[in-house]
């Protein structure tokens, strides 16, 4: 009799979690990984940090050899074009057709590109060959310029500012990271950004962007014109989700999954950025582009695939390096709800703390990592804290469990 096979579509930290998981828990059946990048896959977070300052070259999450050692079929720089989920196949771009008894999709997202966005001084930022080629502008260039203030954005300013160049971000809304942090915690990022040399302009509408004779892109705004040696685009991003929808599994902003990441296509997951799932404990359905999330993802999606039925309850969280200084968060944060401040705006070492009723629902940290490891642990699990508790430095927050709330 053939063994099982399970095929796991894409090349990020998702797959290479989730293939590492089945191997771990027993599987021994047949595993092929397909990647359209010619790559095993690799950490995407030094990309637009680490990688770009020349401090690291490509991170693989395992080694090559692990791929041979654990029997794992890698089918690289070949992509999924068609997906039949009534024969369990998958036909890849170079003619092959390959079968499954369950398969992962875990094919991430893409960089949202702008009509008018594109040439040779035009560039976004996903995969290693995309961060080598923007590299090697910045390093040539001397004016850089970043459309869009999300997390791409900034550290992609925080690079260009610490190789020395002069270095611009132009974003639409009142302020940086706004949708991931409000405008006030926003608004304390613009300001390390300018404290460092970057020029932030906000509210700037880019109405379009072309190449000048002598090199280099003129990006106009409705505020006038400013020209650049390279054109940073950073302003969201696209689920790669047609494989799904063209084999008529749902989609909304994403493959939409149950909270054991099954759809409704039997032997069909979908894990890591392009999953849309719906989490009890949240009571609605999110997708979350996270690289921890991405990893945990994968290995409860392949304990899910080999049957634990273990719904995914991890409370998420993100962390970004921008100079100095680095801004972590976990749960899930709503730009507008009211802070609750502990420690100092001012010096820039805080927490803001947001709760829905008596429970913390999110905390955004500047420089407190700590804070964040123990509010993780706490939304976690039942708890109840107040305003007052919060702000008080001197009650460490692991305190706040049901015993310390009823005594």
């Known amino acids: 009799m053939s063994k099982p096979r399970i095929v796991v579509i894409g090349g990020g930290v998702a797959s290479a979690a989730a293939v590492t998981e089945l191997r771990r ?47 794992v079929e890698l089918l690289l720089g070949v992509r ?78 925080a690079a260009a500012i610490q190789l020395g160049k002069r270095t611009t971000i132009l974003e639409a809304l009142p ?41 280099g892109v003129r990006i106009t705004t409705a505020d006038g014109a400013v020209d650049a040696d390279v054109l940073v685009v950073g302003v969201g991003t696209a689920p790669n989700q047609e494989l799904a929808v063209e084999a008529g599994l749902p989609t909304d902003n994403g493959i939409v999954v149950d909270e054991h990441f099954a759809t409704p296509a039997p032997g069909v997951w979908a894990a890591g950025d392009v ?64 802070l609750i401040i502990r420690g100092s705006v001012e010096q820039r070492s805080f927490s803001a703390f947001s709760l829905e009723g008596d429970r913390l629902r999110a905390v955004i940290s500047l420089n407190r990592p700590r804070d964040v490891l123990d509010a993780r642990r706490l939304i976690a699990r039942d708890h109840s804290a107040t305003a007052e508790q919060l702000r008080d430095e001197s009650l460490p927050l692991k305190r706040l469990a049901p015993s310390a709330a009823t005594t």
Request: net charge negative; proline share 5%; charged share 25%.
């Open 175 to 215: 302020t940086l990271l706004y949708r991931a942090l409000g405008q006030d915690l926003g608004e304390v990022v613009a300001g390390i950004h300018r404290d460092e040399g970057v020029d932030v302009r906000t509210g700037q509408q880019v109405t379009g962007a072309r190449p000048l004779d002598r090199g």
């Open 25 to 71: 828990e027993g599987f021994d059946g047949d595993i092929a990984l397909i990647s359209g990048e010619d790559t095993v896959p690799y950490e995407r977070p030094p990309l637009s940090k680490d990688y770009l300052l020349g401090r690291s070259g490509s991170v693989p999450v395992k080694e090559p050899d692990w791929y041979e050692q654990a029997q």
């Open 275 to 338: 999953a849309a799932q719906h989490l009890p404990g949240y009571g609605r359905r999110v997708r979350v582009e996270h690289h921890d999330t991405a990893i945990r993802h994968g290995r409860a999606a392949a304990r899910n695939m080999l049957g634990r039925r273990e719904p995914f309850l991890d409370v998420h969280w993100f962390w970004s390096d921008q100079f100095s200084h680095t801004i972590s968060s976990a749960g899930l944060a709503d730009a507008t709800d009211p």
């Open 80 to 157: 999924a074009r068609t997906l039949d989920v009534a024969a369990r196949t998958v036909t890849l771009s170079n003619g092959a057709a390959i079968g499954y008894d369950q398969l992962l999709l875990a094919t991430g997202v893409r960089p949202r590109v702008l009509p008018g966005m594109t040439g040779d001084g035009v560039r976004y930022l996903r995969t290693i060959r995309d961060a080598t080629k923007l590299r090697d502008r910045i390093l040539a260039a001397d004016h850089v310029a970043v459309l869009g203030g999300g997390f791409i954005g900034c550290e992609v300013a």
